[in-house]
């Protein structure tokens, strides 16, 4: 299906797409492309989902994907998107000398170049504490994907899992993100589950309740 298309049928269903994912050798290589389908949804937020393994074995790799991201960053923000960059649990794995891709994006790019997607299982699983890293990267983080950890490590409906969500989501709206992404990878039922998480969340303190 074209992204016109996919546009079409969303709009009928009162769907809007603050934010769309474009690969990374998208982001390197068809930049106008990128844009073009930003502008097809209406987005806000292009987010780099992931890079390659071959692309980052070494601190090296990955100074040179910060360059990428940041050229890609400064040139989304002249056509009025903000890019953002999504982890997984291998940015948190450390180098020889202790520092980990993670910080290396930090510090290697700069936050009006590039923001955080910032997803709270992958953190779990990389062995952070979710909230503390909300609290820490506050001015970064833009969007976040809320997905629970399962006891078998697998993604589960919201509140099924092991993490503590409503701290989670009450600090991400605290430090001022923009939008929270209910995320599961796998499920038999995804309709169903969509509606397990989502009645999870409609019993949240009024004041942390989506709206």
Same mark, same amino acid.
């Not at 809007?16 to 097809?40: F, M, N």
């Not at 609290?135 to 697998?154: M, Q, S, T, V």
């Given at each position: 299906?074209?992204?016109?298309?996919?546009?079409?049928?969303?709009?009928?269903?009162?769907?809007?797409?603050?934010?769309?994912?474009?690969?990374?050798?998208?982001?390197?290589?068809?930049?106008?492309?990128?844009?073009?389908?930003?502008?097809?949804?209406?987005?806000?937020?292009?987010? $780099?989902?992931?890079?390659?393994?071959?692309?980052?074995?070494?601190?090296?790799?990955?100074?040179?994907? $910060?360059?990428? #991201?940041?050229?890609?960053?400064?040139?989304?923000?002249?056509?009025?998107?903000?890019?953002?960059?999504?982890?997984?649990?291998?940015?948190?794995?450390?180098?020889?000398?202790?520092?980990?891709?993670?910080?290396?994006?930090?510090?290697?790019?700069?936050?009006?170049?590039?923001?955080?997607? #910032?997803?709270?299982?992958?953190?779990?699983?990389?062995?952070?504490?979710?909230?503390? $890293?909300?609290?820490?990267?506050?001015?970064?983080?833009?969007?976040?994907?809320?997905?629970?950890?399962?006891?078998?490590?697998?993604?589960?409906?919201?509140?099924?899992?092991?993490?503590?969500?409503?701290?989670?989501?009450?600090?991400? #709206?605290?430090?001022?993100?923009?939008?929270?992404?209910?995320?599961?990878?796998?499920?038999?039922?995804?309709?169903?589950?969509?509606?397990?998480?989502?009645?999870?969340?409609?019993?949240?303190?009024?004041?942390?309740?989506?709206?």
């Amino acid at each position: 299906m074209t992204a016109t298309a996919l546009q079409e049928k969303l709009k009928r269903h009162g769907l809007a797409v603050p934010s769309i994912h474009a690969g990374y050798d998208d982001l390197r290589g068809d930049l106008d492309g990128v844009v073009r389908e930003a502008e097809t949804f209406g987005a806000s937020y292009v987010v $780099c989902p992931s890079v390659d393994a071959g692309e980052r074995h070494t601190a090296d790799d990955w100074r040179r994907v $910060c360059q990428t #991201l940041a050229r890609a960053g400064r040139a989304a923000h002249r056509h009025g998107l903000m890019l953002a960059y999504h982890n997984h649990d291998y940015e948190f794995v450390p180098f020889a000398n202790g520092a980990t891709p993670f910080d290396l994006l930090l510090r290697e790019t700069d936050p009006a170049d590039v923001r955080l997607e #910032l997803d709270v299982y992958w953190v779990a699983k990389g062995g952070l504490d979710p909230v503390r $890293c909300l609290r820490d990267n506050a001015a970064r983080i833009a969007l976040l994907h809320l997905k629970d950890l399962g006891r078998n490590g697998e993604t589960v409906e919201l509140g099924a899992g092991v993490l503590a969500l409503e701290p989670i989501v009450r600090t991400a #709206l605290a430090i001022g993100t923009k939008h929270l992404f209910v995320e599961q990878d796998d499920s038999a039922d995804p309709l169903e589950s969509i509606g397990t998480s989502l009645r999870f969340l409609e019993g949240l303190p009024a004041d942390v309740r989506p709206r």
